[in-house]
């Protein structure tokens, strides 16, 4: 499974909404959106941190930094430098 | 395994220290309402303090599992000096170390192991409690440092720390700041008459135009709330749901011990069926808590993030646990119970605070709920 597919499932299983026709593209900003919970920041990083093998460390936390799949995928690509 | 035997030996160590210097004089920490200085200088020596912290700061480098049950070990002992561990652990330490630049870390962890400098975390208000995101306390950019103005109320040591973890908000942003004792225009007024945690030296926090210079920022600006309160708060449910073993442990053993001795009737009143009803659900909360504990302690270990719901549903749980196994001890020692001659008056009373403390039983519910309709839900 590629990086954006992991994230997209993580944030799917872990939406704050139960309208099924909730969905997000992803551009879109799922904290703006009330997509999660205030909790879900931290499970974020968590998940990125034990999924990807990498370490958040405290500069990188800044919520720009999560709020859109394709801000993951480019945050997490940027770790590992590809 | 070398290290699995290193922090048993520490926790044993604890479990000895907490029997034989800490709950001897719990009840005159409670009665005084102080946790005097000496105590806290010894867990400082045997770096208690910041427990779970790694041992380059000075802290035990405690996994999550061994960091609960010393937690355990102490707060069963006394909720305010358990208390202590999980201020500087759990909320000042961690979000330290998950969210503070390296400037910070190095400076003010290992004065807070050392328990030179004691750490206090300022979140709620007057005004704002579970609704932490609407907090009053506001700050403004000036000249490169910050101008913090407001009024922080239930500040655990807030009384006797050297400085606080103040969360405050300018617009919509909300930032994390280190703001010492000594900065002008800091105050803090203890509170005193409170139901529990009376040695915790809790306090109100006063800021007028307190200058704070931007080097203490904790993290980003703006990442105050999700990531500075996000970390402390997860880790601080965590150690409270310690906590709530530890007072239901503690109401149970001395539940048990006072029905095998105490006779009534010609009998111990251990040998009543209604008794062994209580004494047998009391066992089985107690169990239930700390299995739910120890899923959450393992899930953290590995990183899982789903160990965030399930520290969640281990405090909702353990500290509701400590609520009914506390008032049924108070209830097999009749009125005994009533008397602060009997541990189980003060364990009654400190119970019920860990429903509350860390976010109320109600925010846990509706976290919990929320994680059940999404992962419960037949497709």
């Not at chain 2, 200058?211 to 997860?234: K, M, Q, W």
Request: proline residues 3%; contains cysteine; aromatic residues 8%.
């Amino acid at each position: 499974m590629q990086p954006a597919e992991k994230i997209r499932e993580f944030i799917s299983k872990n939406l704050a909404v139960y309208d099924e026709g909730a969905v997000f593209g992803d551009d879109d900003n799922i904290f703006a959106l009330g997509f999660v919970d205030s909790p879900f920041a931290i499970q974020l990083i968590c998940f990125i941190e034990e999924e990807f093998q990498i370490k958040v460390a405290d500069d990188d936390l800044d919520i720009e930094n999560f709020t859109t799949v394709n801000r993951v995928v480019e945050f997490v690509r940027g770790k590992k430098g590809l | 395994m070398g290290d699995v035997l290193r922090q048993e030996e520490i926790v044993n160590e604890a479990r000895r220290f907490a029997d034989e210097e800490v709950r001897p004089r719990a009840g005159e920490f409670d009665e005084h309402e102080e946790l005097p200085r000496d105590i806290i200088s010894r867990m400082a020596e045997k770096r208690y303090l910041l427990a779970s912290l790694p041992e380059a700061y000075g802290g035990l480098s405690l996994d999550p599992l061994y960091y609960g049950y010393l937690t355990e070990a102490i707060t069963k002992a006394c909720c305010s000096t358990g208390g202590l561990i999980t201020v500087e652990s759990s909320l000042v330490g961690e979000a330290l170390l998950r969210c503070g630049s390296r400037d910070l870390k190095d400076k003010w962890l290992p004065l807070m192991a050392s328990g030179e400098k004691i750490g206090a975390f300022a979140l709620s208000e007057p005004e704002v409690g579970s609704d932490a995101g609407a907090i009053r306390t506001r700050y403004q950019p000036e000249a490169g440092s910050f101008v913090l103005d407001g009024r922080k109320k239930w500040i655990s040591f807030g009384a006797i720390a050297d400085f606080f973890i103040v969360l405050a908000s300018c617009g919509d942003q909300k930032t994390a700041f280190i703001v010492e004792r000594e900065f002008n225009g800091v105050r803090t007024q203890p509170m005193k008459g409170l139901l529990a945690r009376r040695a915790s030296h809790v306090a109100e926090v006063e800021l007028e135009n307190v200058h704070v210079p931007a080097e203490n920022v904790i993290g980003r600006p703006g990442g105050g709330f999700s990531y500075v309160v996000g970390t402390a708060l997860d880790h601080g449910r965590y150690s409270i749901a310690w906590s709530g073993v530890a007072v239901a442990q503690e109401a149970l053993d001395a539940m048990v011990s006072y029905a095998r001795k105490r006779r009534q009737f010609d009998k111990r009143i251990c040998e009543f069926q209604l008794v062994q009803g209580i004494i047998a659900d009391a066992v089985t909360k107690t169990h239930a808590a700390r299995a739910l504990c120890i899923r959450a302690g393992e899930l953290r270990k590995r990183g899982d993030a789903s160990a965030v719901v399930e520290t969640t549903i281990a405090k909702y749980f353990a500290s509701r646990v400590a609520v009914e196994v506390a008032a049924d001890a108070v209830q097999v020692h009749g009125g005994n119970g009533c008397s602060s001659s009997y541990p189980v008056e003060r364990l009654f009373r400190e119970a019920k605070v860990l429903e509350i403390i860390e976010g109320t039983s109600q925010i846990q519910q509706q976290l919990i709920a929320r994680y059940g309709l999404r992962q419960y839900c037949r497709r």
